[in-house]
């Protein structure tokens, strides 16, 4: 199919129809608002579903029903609305269910501004919803890496069973850059056989359900989670390492601030300053090995975030103290410039070079 | 008055009460639901309003409607009905609105069930909701200490205009012990001119927003908060140290399980094992000074939590890899026994004593 | 306190208040806006409470809890948000419970557009819930009259146990003329003994619900009902007759519709024609005597209507085919003129005067 | 196909299916629960969607959009369920959406029984959402007209794009007949050229809207409806006559009570009593003919509902007084028996023959 060039959130979405996506619930909000336009033309097209629902409550709760069903399903919104999804995205997590969330984040808090930012790192990380649980997180940084994540996240989501969040920020659904959709072979994946779609003689009834009045039951399946995210940890931990090998210094930054990190990563370079960077796709599991394999040698690390400080504090506790971890972010809708981080990578080499 | 025998919940309640709460929106779950039915009784009593409201997430931006009126409001919930207000927290916080948020925490993720936890304790701290923002957090261990941290909460919120909130457990809800409300010197705090009261001449129209489209104006915004979030630190950290002075080892943790810890220190103590405590009070701000003050001469760290492993973050980044960091805990409503955190401390203490 | 000039739908707000209404729920739509607006301001200065609700759903279940609580309460709306009501109302119906509803119609169906409308008499007067129902509906044609009529309607509500509509339009709502609140001797009603405001040793617990799942039961409960719509029959039936004594023809208007008919009718007598009015004050029970009165010796009765033809229904239900009963309406916001109406006399008259 | 034996919910159902009927959304509610269950597994067999919605108030709304598109679509519920689409159900007509809506009523007001009912019978015929407007309603008496009227039903509401009732009852949703689903003739539709499915170069952009600010506009809007309701009186009544040739006395009743009528007309006739009946199909357009042709040489109408009285008055206005009309009925789900009508009809007879 060649190379195509597309606005970021109709990747977005196009990638998930190609991922096997059939169903689609949600309610717009800037900045991600092409992608659901895009969802609404595109499914049916392919013999699926776009539904708008009366409200985040309502089209999370329809995601819980169609991944019951065993169906691929997603849903998208920016940050306010995936605040009013939390509840459901717990639902999700408690009965074991695959999905695929994407949060296109804008400013906050509140309704905060309708342009770029990253200040729902820790929502996506830590558990925005109540209860002990972790859901696998990708951030990607181009257009085309959108496309070879988003199949992984509906793998991940159905080997694990478990929703995933797809983080991308306002920068990256408005950008355009040329993608190409390529068939990957379809990934091995256990058969549903746990899905709500009739008894056909395999066993009584089946339930999708989070509650368990009991609670020696409920930390059994609480420990069992708990085993399923090792597994998650093991195995699905994606990071990219850009000239770390002989950095003296290493700027840690995801999404679309990487690039602009790299960018002055390299003006750094020019100047003599040898430094780095670890760039996070999954961002949780967190890329904790990396900073292991560096944290003897470098003599720093720069975390820069569109945020007032959140990811700093997962590289902090990779570092556990053998080295400086700064910090440099911009918040509100406002974007780290390429001056302002070789201005922040200066600082810490010690000089002003 | 003299001291009265009550249950948590409704220790809770009348507490807000005597802070000068007198309008409270909310809407039933176990394992509170008994706070709910005594604010609907008390309230009109003191010449205030409860009103339990559609959902939870009408009853959060009732909430911020009253607090904008710069009234004293309250809601409470468990955590599922907690979930669900993330979207109306973040509001308060763009909008800088003061509130008191109760969570009494029951088993999750989902549904889960209806017993004790500590399992929201990312949400509460780390920002469940979306954007850059931090929320006062407060865990009494006692009845009594409800009584006393309500108070602050309430001066707390109106003092630098923010939400906050109170971490109690099912248990806490549900044991019974004899407080006693003492009356204390009202706290100074400043004039609400910018409550939506109308304009009496003193300039144009009040209005409470979270909404800053200029980018640029919500950093400035945020950067406010961040001052904000700086001041809360110097003069909102609260904890407890017990017997850390010649303590080898220090358990960490709060709440109710706080109580059952000490129990297991003291039998520990009289098997010679020199072990302490530090218990957090104020969960955001956490308590660092104690472990700056200790990770020196201690030999190791032990984080007891009705939860997979959270507060435990919050240990490390303070211990910051000066020593280990050890973890028990428990989920799903499962409580850990005094004899479970014994024997935790003596695995610690490199034995069994 | 003499006589002030305001506008109608303060009027209806201040005479809610001067009924002992202190509680007031709904949800904002234009044209009664003024009327929540100053329920907003006025209910606190009594110590009433006033709360805008998440929805009009939400309202109506609002009124149903504060009606059962034994309070005078009120919710208003214009036409879409009094369908949205229709559930809730049935409920009040169901149990038993007094509230007043006000309804400033407006153009429809649908959204339909903001000025006035007399389209939803079938709605209040027919059932517009489900269910055997009827419930008073009561159609103030001046300001003055809203006074006089909105303390009817809440001791009505009070005596029968029974939700009480009044009906408007937008005209009446915004048109300004000077009102009289006078105080009234506080009519002799039934203790609320039946209200959920605690047993206080007379009896079992207090329950306001409309479920009678056995049918038995529920048939019981809705003879009750009609026996009740007996005596409101009998009693509180209103209605002005003007000119009726010698009239050949008769004109059937309610509310600004019958204003506009009185001076058409002051025209076509002095042309000679003798044509009197009947004006339906309860447009349930429908005033039937002046129609008995009048059907042996009249020519001919013309309705007139801001609808389609609705009330003309209970018309000729009450001439009974003794005498032709014409109809001239206009719809969507139109309201008819002095000239159309003279016109359409002339026209029943048979001629052209 | 041949016979089958299937419940009623379920043959209201497949009929729907059967008329090309691919879209469902509703929320369950008893005595239709069967209806919901039978679609949320034949749609998807069909290539359609089922979806259950948050609530009755999002599924009208799901109703609206799904028209909008073009395609067949339906709803169901009972009697509460029916009230909170009102407003949405105006909508349709505002916009001149098709869609069928099934109304299978248990007894009221409130949430009273879940026992059959007719006492929805002013809300579907009059206008129970706000507006003038009409909706076409059938009544079927047997599970085999159900099937011939779905398809009527879609037909008409595809003509005159309108949206249709299907007024049932708890029985007739509960009982058990042989069926035949005949194919037949498609019937010549109009092409739904303002469905927004997009532009394809025919003009401007499609709109589904029943908002019109300008009264002069929405007047017109106003009488394009009433003439089609006149189109729809003059096409679309349907009703049966059962031994009326020779009646002195005729019962009117429709749905399920008319099966029980005929059974105690026979009765009648056996002792003498010339009766026959006329039982409304159409509910709305009422079936006036009959009248006209009867009440000139009959004595006698009785009228026979489960409701406190409705169709009644439809019943008095198409006789207009020629004639008594007498009225039996049960109410709260109480069905009347072959017993009951028979001593109506010997009383209203004269006597006890």
Redesign the interface.
């Known amino acids: 199919m060649g190379k195509v060039l597309m606005k970021g959130n109709e990747v977005i979405a196009e990638a998930a129809v190609h991922a096997g996506c059939k169903y689609y619930f949600g309610y717009p909000i800037t900045p991600q608002s092409e992608l659901v336009a895009y969802m609404a033309k595109r499914l049916p097209e392919v ?1 699926g ?1 776009f ?5 985040e ?2 089209a999370i ?2 995601v819980y ?1 169609a991944a019951s069903a065993g169906v691929r399903v997603m849903t998208s919104s920016s ?6 999804k ?2 459901g995205i ?6 074991e269910l695959p999905a695929v969330i994407i949060n296109v ?1 804008r ?9 770029p ?1 990253q ?2 790192y ?2 996506a990380t ?8 972790q859901i696998p997180v990708f951030a990607p940084a181009t257009l085309q890496e959108i496309v070879d994540l988003m199949q992984d996240a509906f793998d991940i989501a159905d080997r694990y069973r478990t929703p995933v969040y797809i983080l991308g920020d306002g920068m990256l659904g408005q950008m355009m850059e040329p993608v190409e959709f390529t068939e990957r072979k379809a990934a091995e994946l256990p058969p549903k056989d746990w899905a709500t779609t009739g008894t056909r003689g395999d066993g009584g009834p089946k339930i999708t ?15 069992h ?2 085993e399923k995210y090792s597994k998650i940890k093991e195995n699905e931990v994606r990071f990219e390492n850009y000239l770390t090998e002989d950095a003296d210094y290493i700027v840690v930054a995801y999404g679309t601030v990487s690039r602009i990190a790299k960018n002055a990563i390299k003006k750094a370079r020019e100047k003599g300053i040898k430094v780095g960077m670890i760039r996070p796709i999954s961002l949780w599991p967190f890329p904790e090995k990396p900073f292991y394999e560096t944290r003897e040698n470098v003599k720093a690390y720069l975390t820069v975030e569109m ?4 990811m700093v ?1 997962d590289v ?2 990779a570092v ?3 080295k400086p971890v700064h910090f440099y972010g ?5 974007v780290p410039s390429q001056e302002d981080i070789l201005a922040e990578i200066i600082k810490m080499a010690g000089g002003d070079q």
Chains 1, 2, 3, 4 share one sequence.
């Open positions: 013999g579903l539904l708008q629902a009366e409200s409550v309502a709760n329809m029903g940050s306010p609305g995936v605040s009013l939390q509840e717990s639902y999700l997590v408690g009965a984040m400013g906050g808090p509140g309704l905060g501004s309708i342009q930012s200040s729902d820790f929502q830590k558990g925005g919803g109540h209860g002990d649980y359900n989070s509650l368990r009045l009991d609670p020696d039951d409920l930390e059994k399946h609480n420990n989670l708990q945020s007032a400080g959140q504090e902090r506790l556990n103290g053998y911009r918040t509100g809708g406002m």
